[in-house]
């Protein structure tokens, strides 16, 4: 669709090199800053999706950029500025190979592989008994290894990250604790929304001084899960699936069009119609977890309006 932004190529005073990701553009700059752009890319099953979502980027950056100022007290983070509506700039920092992901309910993939027969996820044991959205007796930290584009995560566990060397256990140890915290704090801004955070992942990297920050997203629809609280109970003892808002209604979208990411599958077709929805339901989640209305940003030149906005912020 013509009102969004799905690539990027801008050439910043100061640019060093340009890293395109799944859903983000990455362009490091000099003095240690990064600065990164959150496009409509839509992302499942580690596969970019053909067309982009209108404001998908705004609301995914708006979302994590709030939720970065309302846990900053508890875990440093790289954030500096926001200058555009899809453009977030912090402090450059080496990025960790692993995703912290944390899952305070038996949802998502861990259902799918619960379902398998599974009863362990990354060597962290599921009880027996659960049912899909059971919430867990304590929530189970179940890392990933950071795929490379074109490439899926893959789970890991602890040790595996400890004996590979990917993570030394000094940092490890504060990985967990930093994931731990910064989603009791999520579950907490979620339950005075009348959500539920479900899981979510988090990702982090060492500034050249040594010290370990949160970088990326946090608590957006991409990163993470969330159900209504209302009806919750009722819901669960039904037997019936839970309300929720995340990514995961596009997932079970293309799952019932035969689509997973697996080789030889090809990626269904996105209507018009169908992406508006994905659209009002993004923009759903970003006024039920902030709180506030979500404000639609001119989207008549999105690349010369971020242009304009990096160009003046770079003057100060």
Request: charged content about 30%; aromatic content about 8%.
């Amino acid at each position: 669709m013509s009102n969004t932004i799905t690539h990027s190529n801008f050439n910043f005073p100061g640019q060093k090199k340009i890293y395109h990701g799944k859903v983000r553009e990455v362009y490091t700059l000099e003095n240690d800053l990064l600065l990164m752009i959150a496009t409509d890319r839509l992302s499942a099953f580690d596969v970019v999706m053909p067309k982009g979502i209108p404001y998908k980027g705004q609301i995914l950056n708006q979302i994590a950029t709030q939720m970065m100022r309302d846990t900053e007290d508890l875990v440093p983070n790289w954030l500096l500025a926001t200058p555009d509506p899809n453009v977030a700039i912090g402090k450059a920092c080496k990025p960790f190979k692993v995703e912290m992901v944390i899952r305070g309910y038996m949802s998502g993939h861990a259902a799918r592989e619960y379902k398998l027969g599974k009863r362990t996820l990354c060597n962290v044991v599921m009880p027996e008994g659960m049912i899909e959205n059971d919430r867990f007796p304590v929530p189970i930290i179940t890392p990933a290894t950071k795929a490379e584009a074109g490439d899926h995560d893959e789970d890991i566990s602890r040790e595996d990250i400890l004996n590979r060397g990917i993570v030394s256990e000094e940092d490890y140890d504060v990985l967990e604790d930093y994931t731990r915290k910064l989603f009791q704090r999520g579950t907490e801004l979620a339950a005075k929304r009348g959500l539920i955070l479900v899981d979510t992942k988090y990702e982090f990297g060492k500034t050249k001084e040594g010290e370990i920050i949160l970088i990326d997203e946090i608590h957006t629809p991409d990163s993470s899960r969330y159900f209504y609280a209302d009806g919750y109970e009722d819901r669960q003892t039904k037997g019936e699936p839970q309300k929720q808002l995340s990514k995961e209604f596009v997932r079970q979208w293309l799952i019932k069009n035969n689509f997973q990411g697996l080789e030889g599958q090809l990626v269904p077709e996105m209507s018009n119609e169908y992406i508006k929805v994905v659209s009002e339901r993004y923009i759903e989640l970003y006024e039920n977890i902030t709180g506030e209305k979500f404000i639609r940003a001119n989207v008549n030149n999105i690349k010369e309006r971020i242009q304009d906005n990096v160009l003046e912020y770079l003057k100060t």
